[in-house]
Structure formats: structure tokens, C-alpha cells
């Protein structure tokens, strides 16, 4: 008999008081996020500002008027280099993440099944499945992309952006047209969110390629309709509280800068492993898989 949605949230909840290790990769996630960031920001540096710079310019002495000027003429004159490069860029991010993404997920499983995991399993799972669910990323992403044709017509039917901009009554039609292309492409992301957000979890326990992971992933959200979109939906709750908590506490310095230090921490070590094991248990249990039971331990003491 599969567990419903309380069950899940809360044997997940016992999987992860008992494997609080289960942070470790989202902690690393952001380490090398941050050390990520700074090297892409050296790296843009050295190959478009550097070479920008005149004789003339002194880095030590260039002022805030001059370093956005020099930008804007970089991003202007090489746009076309630029992105490539934040591609690029984004690509080897995504690689990285991919790698601790399916880490995560392989120590959410072996927890889930032997009751505890240890770090190790993240290399060993992260090495098995990261090109794969890197694959499947970039195809879901790609997927999403692909919203970008209900804009078409809208932006079609604009001829000069400029005109729209000065004066807005001269094209109400057009951006009308282009605000719902902009709504459809929205419910169009938020479908697709729904239908693909367990591709990573099919893939990563079930070690499989990307495109039997995407159908699989799918095939089960339309088996388990209700059930998936209960769990999509607690995931988003938790998103949207915790940025409602954000906005309320932004309106003084001191709280403000408390609450982003808890949400740091909360998010890093507390919401990201659970959810991970939410997601992981709620496909597990409903694949048929044996998964260890801490409430049958507790009530054999």
C-alpha cells in the first residue's frame, strides 16, 4: 500500500533527523557556486575589460562612471562573444550541479533504504549519473525555451519597440498580444514544472539515460496526478513562505539581515536535504521499493 502525502513528509522527515549529513552537498553546492561565480567574473574580466582598457585608463584610479561605461561598450561591441561565453559559462555550472545534484539524490536513497548514507555515496552516485542528468537538464531547459513562440506574435505585430515604449496608446493591441504570449509562456513554464520535476529523481535512483529518465518521470506525474502535484505544490508553499517571511522582514536593516543569514542556513542545511528526501521517498514508495522503516526500529527497542 502506498504511503499518502503526510506519510512521506513524515517518515522523511525521521530519514533526515537521522542522516542530518544529508547537507553536505548542498553545502558544497554553495561553496562552489560562490568560488564558480567569482572565477566566471576574474575570467570576464581578463578576456573582455582588461583588453578594453586604454593606456590611458588607470584600473587602480577608474571611477564607477567609467568601469559601467567600459561594460556597456564591451557588452555592446561583443555581444555576440559574451553569449557564448555566458553559455558557456552556464553550461560547465550546470555540469558541476548536475554532479552534486545526483550525489544528493543517491544519499537520499541509500537513507531512505538502509536506514543511513554517508558522504562517499555522493561521489560515487554524482560520478555515475551526472552526464546523464546533465542531458536531462539541458533538455528540460531547452523544453522551456521553447515557450519563447508565444511571443512571437506580439512581437511581430510591434514594429518599432521604441514607438511602443514613447508612446504606449499607439500599440495597445500589440502589447496586449505580447503581455498574453508573456502569460501563456508563464502557465506554459509552470506545466512543464510540474510534468518534469522528478525527472532528476527517476534518473539518479533508477540510473537511467536521459530520455527514459524524462519518460519515466512523466509517466509517473500522470500515473500519480494528484498525489504529485500535492508534493509540487508543498515545495512551492515552502518557497513562497519563506520569501513572504523575506518581504515582511525587509522593511528593517538589522531583521532583514538576520532573517537572509537564517534563510541561508535554513534553505542550505535544513529545506533543500528534505525536500531532496521527500521527492526520493515519495518515488521510491510508490515504485514498489522496501524502504527502511525508523518507526519499526523504534517500536523493536
Known amino acids: 500500500m502506498v504511503e499518502d502525502i503526510s506519510s512521506v513528509v513524515r517518515k522523511g522527515f525521521g530519514t533526515w533527523t537521522g542522516n542530518l549529513n544529508l547537507c553536505v ?39 564607477q562612471d567609467q568601469m559601467l561605461g567600459l561594460m556597456y561598450s564591451v557588452f555592446y561591441e561583443n555581444i555576440f562573444l559574451v553569449t557564448i561565453f555566458s553559455i558557456l559559462m552556464f553550461l560547465v555550472y550546470m555540469l558541476v550541479d548536475s554532479f552534486i545534484t545526483a550525489g544528493a539524490i543517491g544519499m ?21 549519473n551526472y552526464i546523464n542528468l546533465f542531458f536531462a537538464n539541458l533538455l528540460i531547459i531547452l523544453l522551456i525555451l521553447a ?7 506580439g512581437i511581430l505585430s510591434i514594429d518599432d519597440f521604441s514607438i511602443l515604449l514613447s508612446n504606449p496608446d499607439m500599440a495597445t493591441a500589440s502589447a496586449s498580444l505580447l503581455l498574453l504570449g508573456i502569460i501563456l509562456w508563464v502557465f506554459y513554464i509552470l506545466f512543464i514544472s510540474v510534468l518534469f520535476f522528478l525527472v532528476n529523481y527517476v534518473l539518479v535512483t533508477d540510473e537511467l539515460d ?26 512551492i508553499g515552502i518557497s513562497l513562505i519563506l520569501a513572504l517571511i523575506g518581504e515582511i ?48 526500529y523504534r517500536l523493536a527497542d
Do not use: C
Request: glycine residues 4%.
Open 108 to 128: 537520499a536513497k541509500e537513507a531512505l533504504e538502509n536506514g543511513h548514507t554517508h558522504v562517499s555515496t555522493m561521489l560515487t552516485t554524482g560520478k555515475r
Open 249 to 296: 522582514t525587509s522593511y528593517i536593516d538589522i531583521v532583514a539581515q538576520l532573517w537572509s543569514l537564517a534563510d541561508f542556513l535554513l534553505s542550505t542545511i535544513v529545506i533543500q536535504p528534505l525536500v531532496t528526501v521527500w521527492l526520493t521517498r515519495f518515488y521510491l514508495d510508490r515504485t514498489n521499493r522496501k524502504l527502511y522503516s525508523f518507526d519499526d
Open 210 to 235: 536521459p530520455i527514459s529518465a524524462i519518460e519515466t518521470g512523466v509517466s509517473f506525474v500522470l500515473s500519480n496526478k494528484i498525489a504529485s502535484i500535492g508534493m509540487w505544490l508543498i515545495i
Open 147 to 153: 515557450g519563447v513562440i508565444f511571443l512571437v506574435p
Open 25 to 63: 552537498p548542498f553545502i558544497l553546492k554553495m561553496v562552489l557556486s560562490i568560488i564558480f561565480l567569482f572565477f566566471s567574473m576574474v575570467l570576464f574580466a581578463l578576456i573582455f575589460l582588461v583588453p578594453a582598457m586604454s593606456d590611458t585608463i588607470d584600473p587602480a584610479a577608474i571611477t
